[in-house]
Nanobody, 122 residues
Framework: QVQLVESGGGLVQPGGSLRLSCAASGLTFRNYVMGWFRQAPGKERDFVASVNWWGGTTYYADSVKGRFTISRDNVKNTVDLQMNSLKPEDTAVYYC???????????????WGQGTQVTVSS
């Protein structure tokens, strides 16, 4: 079965950096668009970033543009999210997702990981 497993979350001070990773199995990874979403307490799950099948095209939410970078490795079947200049408002559970077309819409993604907590606090 398809599994997406996120790692790399944790507690970081404002201005710091974290790198999230998502390992995929049970699917032909190179055939899927990969995305990152996040959900803060009491809020909806929101789009963060996505990358197309070969990694040549990326999209970002305005709130993270210039601070976050999404990348993928189609040999290792992983997708990473490098997060720099973190702010308290970046605190959320971060989810990895796989879909068939590049989109910012949550419902267009077919498979989801279990999430990893990122907390930005001093």
């Amino acid at each position: 079965q398809v599994q997406l497993v996120e790692s790399g979350g944790g507690l970081v001070q404002p201005g710091g950096s974290l790198r999230l990773s998502c390992a995929a199995s049970g699917l032909t990874f190179r055939n899927y668009v990969m995305g990152w979403f996040r959900q803060a307490p009491g809020k909806e799950r929101d789009f963060v970033a996505s990358v197309n099948w070969w990694g040549g095209t990326t999209y970002y939410a305005d709130s993270v543009k210039g601070r976050f970078t999404i990348s993928r490795d189609n040999v290792k079947n992983t997708v990473d999210l490098q997060m720099n200049s973190l702010k308290p408002e970046d605190t959320a559970v971060y989810y990895c997702a796989a879909g068939r077309r590049i989109t910012m819409t949550l419902n267009d993604y077919d498979y989801w990981g279990q999430g990893t907590q990122v907390t930005v606090s001093s």
